[in-house]
Each structure stands twice: as C-alpha cells, then as structure tokens.
C-alpha cells in the first residue's frame, strides 16, 4: 500500500487531519476518508466537473488533484456552501428555477456557480463560459444558467 | 433567506385548483443541490468488497485459455470467478439469450468479460483483473453493418448476421410512381452516440447466505435487474430483490445494460458471502455499455407538381453489434417512424438488424427514431429545393391533421392531431418568414440558415412489447394525513418522482410536500414494465389514480361521516374534504386520516393500469403500433463557419404536443435538455471506432455540450383533450430530443447551400460537403482537397 502521510488541511471551515496513502487524490480523501460523498466522481480525468471544489476560494477538479498537495490549505466543498443551515443563493435559485434533473451534476455545479459568483461576475455569456468546465446531461444548461443569474442579482444586491 | 422570483402558476381548465401544471418544488431538488443524495457510489458497508472484470481487448477471437493465477495471488483479491462458477443460466440477454454473462468460447466485443475479481479495494480489484492472463486467437471480425450482410462476411453469431427485418407495406407503389413528377434518392449515414450520463455504471449486491439477494443499482428498469440476477444465480424472482438507488442519468443506458453489471456484483457476492460493488470507470463506460445505432437509411421518395407526396421507400440497416439486446425493439419503432408525420399513399420500409463486433446497439432516448427523422427530414429539404417551395410550405402541405389522419400502418391517428399546429407555432416562433429571407446574405465566412425537424412520436410501448405495458402502485395514507407512494417506474433525472407527486398530490386533495414518492423496490410493486418510451409519468401516474380510487372508497365514507354528509359528495382539495357545493363545510384531510386510523381502517391502496389491447400485423407492418401520439416540431437556426465548419445552434423554437401539463418546469427542463442531447449526437458527438475498439471514450475526445454551447430555446407548448395519460398528459421525454439533429442538419445546408448525408456534422464532413465551395477551395492544392474529402469518413 506504499508510504502514508499526514495531511491537515482546513475543511468546510473546521481543521481537520489525514493519514493517508501518499497517491491519494484529494477527491477519495473528502469521499472516503472525510466522509464527505457530495462531491462525485464523474469521469476521473478533470473533465466533467462533478468532483469540483474550492481550494483556497478557487473550482478545482478534485480528482487531479494529490490529497497532499492540499496539506495546510483550506477546501470547500458542496456540504459547506450551506451558512447557518440556509442554502447558497445559487442552491436556492437551482431549486426553485427547475435546475436540477438527476443531480449528479449538481454538486459540482453548485460549487462552480459559487465560485463565479464569489468573482462578482453578472454576464450571461460569462457565466456560460466559465460554467462551461462543468458537463450536465439532463437540463440542457438554460435553468442552471437562469438560476446563476437570478443568484448573481441576489448576490449583488446583498454586497 | 433570499427570496426567489417564480413564473406564475398556470393550470388547465376542469381541475380544482390543485398542484397539476404548476411548477411546485421538485422533491428530490433539494437534497440533490446540497450533496445529500446518496448514489450507489456512495453506499459502503462493513466488510464489503468492490468487483472488477477481465475483459477482452480484441472485438473477434476464440478463447484458448484463461490462467487467473496471478490474480488470485494479488494482495486483497478474494474471489476470481469464470463462467464454471455460475449457479444459474450464464445469460444477460433481455430479449434473446445471444449474450453470456462471461464468455467461454467465443469473443465478439471489446470488452466481453471473461471472469470477474472481487477484492478488497477497486484499486486492487482492477489490478488484479489486469493480470489475468488470456490466451485468445484472433479471429476475422466484421465492422460494417452493409459488409456483414454479404453472404461471406465473417459471422458473428453461427445464426447469420442478419436478426430481424421489419417492414411497413401499404399503397400501390407502381401507380404512386407514376403520379410523382420528382424523386429524390439519397443514402445516409447516420452515426451512433454514447448516453454520457453522469453518474457512471454501478451497482450494490448485497447476499443472504446463499438464499436471497438485495441489489442496489442505478438503473432505469429494476424489474430488468431482477430477472437477470435471478436468472444468473438461479434463484426465484421473489428471492431477488432489487432497490433502485438515485440515478444519475440514464436516456436508455441504464435500460437493459446495468443488468450486466448487477450479474456480476450478485455472481461475486453470491460466491464471497460479501457485499460487493462494482462502480464503471468512465472509459470502461463508454467501450462497453449499450449506444444508439449507427444505421444506414437509403431513401426513394416522391412528390407531385405541386409538393404531395405519392410514396417513400425506406431501407434502413441497424449496426445491433454483437449482441441483439434492445435492438429488434428500437428497429420496431425506427420501422413504423420512418416517414414522419406526413400522409403518403404508398409506402415501403424495411428495416434490417445486423450483427458486427461494433459497440453494443441499445436504448437511447428516441429509439430509433431520431435516425429516421434525421433522414426523413432531410429528404424533405431535398425534395423542397427540387420543387422550389419553401421547406415550411411542403411540410404544411404533407403534415397529417384531422381529416388526413391515417398512418402508414393504415391505423387512424385519434384526434385532434396537432401536427399542423406545433408546424405553424415553432415556424412563427423562430420567425421563418424573416429568418428565410435573411439567411442567404452575405457570402462571407460565417453563413446563417435555418430548418425544420419535425416528428410524429408513439406514445408508450410500441405492440410488440405490449405485454410489458401494464404498472403497479401503492399509495399509504399516513396517520396524520401525509402520504407514501410507490410506483415501479424510475426517476432518473427527468422528474418522474415530481410527476407522480404532482398526480397522487391532485388526485388526494394535499399540497405536493404532504406526499413522499419513494424510490422502486421490486417488494413493494409489482412488475411494471421498463422506465423508458417517455412511459414513465403515464404509466405511473394511471396507477396511482387507480390506487387513490381504491382509497377513496375508504376514506370518503370516514370524511362524509365527518362532514354529516354523503360519502358520494364528498371533495378533497388543498388539504381539506369539503361538501360539493357547499365549501364552507370542511374538516382537514388529516384529521379524516387520523380518524381512519383510530378506527383500524385499511389505509393502504393498490393501483393497476394496462393499455389496451392493439392489433398489429408485424410482416405488413399494418395496424395499431402505439395507442396514441405525440407531435413535436423543431426549428434551428445556426450559424456556420465555413471555413474551419464548425456549427454553432444560436436558437431552437420548440413546439410540443403534451396532452395535458403535469409539472411546467420538469416539462420544460425535458425539453431543453432533449434539445441540447440531440444537439450534440447531430453537430459534435462522433464515436470514433477501430475495429470495435472505441477510439475516443472520454469527454477529452468525445464532445458532448457545454454550458458555452446551449442555444437560446424559445418553447410552445401545445394543450389538448382526450389523450390516454394522467389527466390527458403525453410523453415528452423523447419527442423532446428527436426532431433537432435535423432541423440543425436542415439550417447547416440552408446556410451553405449544399447537401449532407453525414451525421455528425462534424467539420471535416462540412469541408468535405463543401468541395469547390470551401471558401479557400481555390487557394488549397488538390491533393489537400482530397485528403480533406478522405477525411470524412466512407461508407
């Protein structure tokens, strides 16, 4: 099973440490070892998306990324988009525009969504570019890309 | 909390108010948003154990031998399995017993298993199965469904290769001949495309002793499931029990495939008395599992002077590949779709399904009719530029309506038919007329056009699997008033939870978050036929209203009692039981609920529903294939740069046929989702195939959309009365998908002027189409123009 390493990073806020196989990626260590199975794993390769999280505020595909190489830094993932038990604006808006299908997707794109927003962004064609990264087979995009831009106005006039 | 801006309510006329063509919350939204969906992937337990395949890399090959030694001796390998040690039958196959299970023999598909490793980590299970050493002797395969039909090609199957051919005969052919004044020929090739769900394979056994099983599985057709598994271990239906987990996407692969894998997880479990999953790495997902058909359609069609059609002969051949599977039943749909929504006096189709050691030919959304459409449609561009009427007109004069409504299988269409109708609103919505005149300026390198898909779709299963279409449900009245139901059909995305809440949520007279819609689980429907056909909110919510009528001859009595009323004047609506014509005098449905249940009375309902019987010749392809129907028509318009071809679907009118609206945003997110599917198998998705080895499985290489290419989709919902669904509602799953690769195919010739015979439209197929009229045709050296025109794929 090859050397294991310590890992300590700041997770969805709360300080938490790892000993882990050296090769592991950081998106089995959030499934397997933090328990955290919100963050899926859709393709393995980086291009679908659904393992995206926020390393130190920036989407990342968690499957291209070495658990250790995380160490010290902070990871945010879909189970911490939540504050004080209320939803993100963007998660609002994805369920109450009809953005979710089958929900594999959604993870990721919630965290994408989050991290576009967290850039001020409010142009459409923006927000379609930048979601791009995140693949969905069921909705065709155009709820998810109403419900982002409903949130981006939310956002922006919550700042 | 932020305050969300929602479109208003709409509802249909005739109903009382209730949650139906509203756009309430979907149930499983919210779980689904915040991550706390459990998927197959993310179910462990204590002790279990993750399954991986020895697969063949070749697509032909006799099997010589096969050494499992190495990995057996790996580290965390606990079971290694070949086809001796299966209990029951060593058969997957859904409709004919063509497909083991593992092979001993004979390889005719990249990736046949020919054993499978169960150990104590994929890692480790993966590995293992690497080092399993197969002893194969390659063997001639064949890798084109036209070539296979040659009396001396290799053999796939010592049957033939030809499985089925279908047909539809009607008319005089010799007599319409004779009346047409033009006749267009043409061959297409239409390629095959990959589901590309999210959420891979996977599945969950899960044994007891070696008496019964659990599997957990991502699947669309749990009853599927149960049968293989059943079948595999040789244990009664009864003693396989099969729990649909959440499903990420299916659009028919997970219809017959996830049978395969759940064959095998029961096969390791069964052996190892441990829980075993087994989870599909993508490229393993993509090589192995079910596609759409790459078919060939050969077209003679007619017209006279002034656009009619006099006839359509069709011949299409179906790349089934290895194994028959779904594909005599999608060729049976693709067989009596293959002229569109037109009236023609005479008519001949064959369809044929042929063996290769190509990919795996299955269910996907639209079944065979997307490629007839693609074809059928295109041939009528065809024909409209040879008679020089614009392409909305010819469809106008050839569409079926209600005085001309009879199909080419001689059934009359019930009324009202609506192609007529979603024609007109898409054209008027995309503004044909401007559009048309528009479309043609300018000759630079970035051409516009526009063009028409349009679709007449049988609703349900087509005859020949009539026996199948019947669904079982189960509603439970709880003691304070909230309600579970269960029904055999799956959510797999498209809303079929939502749809059965909204339905059991109307028919009871509760809000929709009073019910919970539970997941199928073979113990507690009955056997309700597969999840696919855009069957789902029909057969389901039909079951459920059957159910609630049951319960109602329970609950009305306790409610009139309550009310001092007669139990035939009792109402349920918004959460109250109510006297018809005087509302004033009401009491909560949970308190008529609370009083069932001091009483001891029954609170649990069945419900049943099979379509009616049909009559239908399968040699003359005469009589009545589905019961009812469903219109779509797609108009795109795009835009074309012709020098690199590459197409981009600016927007899509959209006009659907539904029967009645069950829940207005799952509606629209099926259409838009179908549309932007479509979109990609007709403009970018292209599985690129040496010797039955896929080339490009993985979304590097195979193109699916993205965010940056959805089109602007303006939507036109069509309503009427009378059709057999839920309150009159039709399928929309597939209609939604069907007609759009050839309004797009359509809008691309419109923009450059010239014909394409190629799905996809990828770019090397638009130079090649192109020729001498690629803007730099005349700057290129003539051996770079041919090797572009290579470039494209031959027949």
Redesign the interface.
């Known amino acids: 099973m090859g050397k294991r390493i310590a890992v300590t990073l700041t997770l969805n806020g709360e300080r938490r440490s790892f000993e882990i196989p050296a090769g592991r990626r950081l998106l089995d260590l959030l ?1 397997d070892d933090a328990g ?10 980086g ?2 998306g ?1 393992c995206t999280v926020l390393l130190d505020g920036r989407p990342v595909t968690s499957c291209l990324v070495l658990a250790a190489s995380a160490d010290g830094h902070e990871v945010v ?3 911490g ?2 504050r004080d038990g ?2 993100h ?1 963007f ?8 953005g ?8 990721g794109i ?1 965290v994408s969504g989050v991290a576009i927003l967290a850039r001020g962004e409010r142009d459409p064609q923006a ?3 930048l ?15 109403e419900a982002l831009a ?1 949130a981006a106005e ?1 956002v922006h006039a ?1 700042d | 909390m932020p305050r969300t801006r929602r479109a208003p309510r709409q509802r249909p006329q005739g109903t009382q108010g209730g949650p139906l063509g509203g756009r309430h919350e979907r149930p499983d939204a919210r779980a689904k948003v915040a991550g706390a969906t459990r998927f197959v992937a993310d179910l462990a337990l204590p002790g279990m154990l993750h399954a991986a395949p020895v697969l063949a890399p070749v697509a032909s090959a006799r099997v010589l031998g096969l050494d499992l030694d190495d990995a057996r001796a790996c580290e965390g390998v606990e079971a290694a399995l070949t086809a001796a040690h299966i209990p029951g039958a060593n058969s997957v196959g859904v409709i004919f017993p063509d497909q083991p299970l593992l092979v001993t023999d004979r390889v005719r598909m990249v990736g046949d298993r020919l054993a499978l490793v169960a150990a104590r980590t994929p890692e480790a299970a993966w590995h293992a199965a690497r080092l399993a050493r197969t002893d194969l002797e390659a063997l001639p395969g064949v890798y084109d469904p036209v070539a296979a039909l040659a009396p001396d090609a290799p053999r796939v199957h010592e049957s033939g290769n030809l499985v089925r051919t279908f047909a539809v005969v009607r008319g005089d052919l010799e007599r319409a001949h004779g009346h047409a004044a033009v006749v267009v020929e043409a061959e297409y090739h239409i390629g095959g495309q990959e589901h590309a769900y999210l959420e891979p394979q996977g599945c969950l056994a899960i044994p007891e002793g070696r008496e019964r099983i659990t599997i957990v599985a991502s699947c669309q057709c749990p009853f599927y499931v149960q049968q293989a598994v059943a079948r595999v271990l040789g244990l009664s239906l009864a003693a396989v029990r099969v729990e649909q987990a959440p499903t990420g996407g299916g659009f028919g692969g997970k219809e017959d495939y996830p049978s395969e894998l759940a064959a095998s997880a029961a096969l390791l479990a069964w052996h190892t008395g441990r829980p075993v999953r087994f989870i599909y790495p993508r490229e393993f997902d993509m090589q192995a599992s079910s596609k759409r058909h790459a078919v060939v359609v050969r077209h003679r069609w007619g017209a006279d002077r002034d656009g009619r059609l006099c006839f359509a002969e069709v011949e299409t051949i179906m790349d089934a590949g290895a194994y028959i599977g779904l594909s005599t039943v999608v060729a049976e749909r693709a067989n009596v779709s293959a002229i569109g929504p037109y009236h023609v006096p005479a008519v001949r189709v064959t369809t044929h399904v042929v063996y290769t050691n190509n990919l795996f030919g299955g269910a996907f959304r639209g079944f065979g009719q997307p490629q007839v459409t693609w074809a059928a449609e295109a041939t009528m561009d065809r024909l409209a530029k040879r008679l020089g009427i614009d392409p909305l007109e010819l469809r106008r004069r050839n569409a079926l309506d209600d005085r001309r409504r009879r199909l080419c299988t001689g059934q009359l269409m019930p009324k009202p038919v609506l192609a007529r109708t979603c024609l007109e609103k898409a054209a008027e919505l995309a503004g044909w007329k401007s559009a048309r005149s528009r479309a043609h300026e300018g000759e630079g390198l970035r051409r516009h056009g526009i063009g028409i898909g349009f679709v007449l779709y049988g609703c349900n299963l087509h005859h020949g699997g009539q026996r199948l279409d019947r669904s079982s449900a189960v509603v439970i009245l709880q003691a304070d008033g909230s309600v579970v139901v269960r029904v055999g059909l799956t959510e797999m995305g498209q809303g079929n939870l939502t749809a059965a809440q909204t339905i059991a949520a109307h028919a009871l007279g509760v809000e929709p978050t009073q019910v919970q819609v539970w997941q199928p689980d073979t113990t507690t429907v009955a056997d309700s036929g597969p999840t696919v056909a855009s069957r789902g909110a029909h057969m389901s919510g039909m079951a459920i209203l059957d159910a609630v009528r049951s319960l109602r001859r329970r609950l009305d009595p306790v409610a009139a009692e309550l009310l001092g009323c007669k139990p035939r004047d009792v109402v349920l609506a918004r959460g109250w039981a109510r006297v018809a014509g005087r509302p004033r005098r009401r009491v909560p449905i949970a308190q008529v609920a609370a009083e069932m249940a001091a009483r001891r009375i029954e609170a649990i309902a069945t419900g049943w529903h099979r379509t009616r019987a049909r009559r239908y010749d399968a040699v003359t392809g005469q009589g009545d294939p589905y019961a009812f129907y469903a219109v779509a028509c797609h108009v795109a318009r795009v835009e074309v740069d012709a020098d690199l071809g590459l197409v981009r679907v600016e927007e899509v009118a959209a006009a659907h046929d539904v029967g009645r609206v069950i829940h207005r945003a799952a509606l629209e997110g099926q259409i838009q989702g179908g549309i932007v599917q479509g979109m990609g198998w007709g403009v970018t998705e292209e599985l690129k195939l040496d010797r039955g080895r896929l080339l490009n499985p993985n979304f590097t290489d195979y193109l699916i959309p993205t965010a940056a290419d959805a089109p602007l989709i303006r939507i036109a919902v069509v309503e009427s009365e009378g059709a057999g669904g839920p309150y009159g509602a039709k399928g929309v799953g597939e209609p939604s998908l069907i007609p759009i690769a050839a309004a797009v195919r359509n809008a691309v010739c419109d923009a450059l002027g010239v014909e394409i015979d190629r799905l996809p439209l990828s770019p090397p197929v638009i130079v090649a189409a192109l020729g001498d009229r690629h803007p730099f045709a005349d700057v290129a050296e003539p051996d770079r123009r041919e090797r572009h025109a290579r470039s494209a794929p031959t027949p």
């Open positions: 499934r955290l199975t919100g963050t899926k794993e859709g393709c393995g390769a291009e679908c659904a993932t879909v189970e988009l939540a209320a939803l604006p998660q609002e808006a994805l369920v109450a525009r009809g979710v299908q089958c929900g594999f997707c959604t993870p919630a927000h379609a570019r979601l791009s990264g995140n693949l969905c087979r069921c909705t065709g995009y155009t709820k998810v890309l409903e939310v919550a």
